[in-house]
């Protein structure tokens, strides 16, 4: 999987930290001490130093088929010499028609159409945006309200902080959308401990929705927003039957659900979707990350049979041509859609939504392994994705797990953490003696920390 020769070098120390405002991130830490990578190739980053880093988080939940694929880059470079852009609006270019077949071709159930972004945030005000539309198209324009999940994670869009459940994601930016409210998050440390893949315990929190129903009236939500595994706030796993009965009370007061699979497609669980994975049908699906094996930015919504026809039969009755009154610049981007199919074709090849359901109970064991060291006081899997919940240094939340970042990385291990929990989802190219190494580094970092 060696990268094609022809790319050209560059300069990989910058002479300057200061001008980029880093996302996310601790800048004036960062700016003291730089963690910079210059190359990766297949499970591992090289830093500028050219000290090689174990990816234990896929990049950012997105390279799933590991870096620098051929494949991938040889679509790209002929993509971008051919036809480096093309608009899709009333024009545009075969790839996406493509694309979007094999992706509603590869879910199991009743999907039929594509909407192509550029991001998960994006992704995601899309569907919030074509669920509010399907409603009004249909006569049925009371319905405005949206409701998401305390805790949730659906990118940093204002639709996406405002359905949205983490704190200090909202808390800069005022009133947010109107008409939202949560619905509880599934966590529940005491009940559900060590729990291997979904607890047992928290079915029945899906029933909060009932009450949320009771407080505003069916009538006026429009819809549901939930990720089928949160993973940005931690990795919390939904209790088993939790998603299920969140699709009979949506059937039953006639409220869209959508999955928020920005993280979860594409193989992250072993299946190609958590959609197949949990055998639950939403309306909406959100996408990106893994869509295009974080080469190019894309994302996208897929949608079940009835969304799109609801705007052509709504466009032909009032007689507007333009059906669905929204987009952007760079929707089905090119060279984006062409790495994405070759990422899709990567997937096939290899099998890497099978190796990573083959993989998980070795993953599994890995985790779990864990118990009883210091610090450790939950962990949490399915798929191939683990969160490691460590106790808080007294009025210091997050302190314990950022410094076990900054020594795993220091030990060649890439992890990712959000307060106080690490959370682990590498590519599903992995092999076990990588997983053994991550876990081992875990176990050592977290014994010699304070």
């Known amino acids: 999987m060696e990268m094609p020769s022809g790319l050209g070098d560059f300069d990989p120390t910058p002479n300057n930290l200061e001008a980029f405002w880093m996302p996310f991130t601790w800048n004036r830490g960062f700016k003291k001490d730089p963690m910079l990578l210059a190359e990766a190739q297949d499970m591992h ?7 090689k880093v174990l990816d234990g988080t896929a990049g950012l939940w997105c390279c799933n088929a590991g870096h620098g694929r051929r494949k991938i880059v040889e679509a790209v470079q002929a993509t971008v010499a051919k036809l480096d852009y093309a608009p899709s609006f009333q024009v545009s ?7 979007a077949s094999r992706m509603t071709n590869m879910l199991s159930g009743d999907y039929d159409h594509v909407f192509f972004c550029n991001s998960g945030s994006e992704a995601v005000d899309s569907a919030l945006k074509i669920a509010l539309a399907y409603h009004r198209v249909r006569g049925d324009a009371a319905r405005t309200r949206l409701i998401g999940r305390e805790r949730g994670y659906h990118g940093t869009g204002f639709g996406g902080i405002s359905v949205g459940g983490i704190v200090k994601n909202r808390m800069f930016w005022g009133p947010l959308i109107n008409g939202v409210d949560h619905l509880p998050h599934t966590f529940n440390l005491e009940k559900q401990a060590y729990s291997k893949g979904q607890p047992e315990w928290g079915a029945h929190l899906a029933d909060e929705l009932e009450r949320i129903v009771t407080l505003h009236d069916a009538s006026t939500i429009a819809a549901v927003i939930v990720e089928p595994v949160a993973g940005s706030t931690g990795v919390l796993l939904p209790p088993k039957g939790y998603l299920k009965r969140l699709r009979e009370i949506c059937d039953k007061h006639g409220i869209l659900l959508i999955f928020d699979e920005v993280i979860t497609g594409f193989g992250r669980l072993g299946s ?30 897929i949608c079940r049979k009835g969304i799109y026809d609801a705007f052509m039969d709504w466009a032909d009755n009032t007689g507007n041509t333009i059906e669905l009154f929204h987009g952007y610049t760079y929707t089905a981007h090119p060279v984006a859609a062409a790495a994405a199919l070759a990422t899709l074709d990567v997937y096939k090849e290899e099998g890497l939504f099978e190796r990573a359901a083959e993989l998980a109970p070795y993953w599994e064991d890995a985790v779990h392994g864990l118990k009883g060291t210091r610090h450790v006081i939950d962990l949490r899997n399915i798929g191939l994705i683990a969160g490691i919940e460590l106790e808080s240094r007294p009025g210091k939340p997050g302190a314990r797990a950022y410094e076990a970042f900054r020594k795993a990385f220091d030990a060649g291990v890439m992890i990712r953490t959000t307060g106080d929990i690490i959370a682990l989802s590498p590519p599903l190219i992995i092999e076990k003696s990588h997983i053994d190494q991550i876990f081992e580094t875990i176990r050592t970092i977290l014994t010699d920390l304070d």
């Open 272 to 301: 190609s979707f958590a959609t197949e994975h949990f055998d639950v049908q939403p309306d909406l699906i959100t996408c990106a990350k893994g869509l295009t094996n974080g080469t190019i930015p894309m994302g996208g919504v």
């Open 45 to 51: 980053y090289t830093t500028t130093e050219g000290k």
């Open 93 to 99: 270019h075969p790839l996406p028609f493509e694309l």
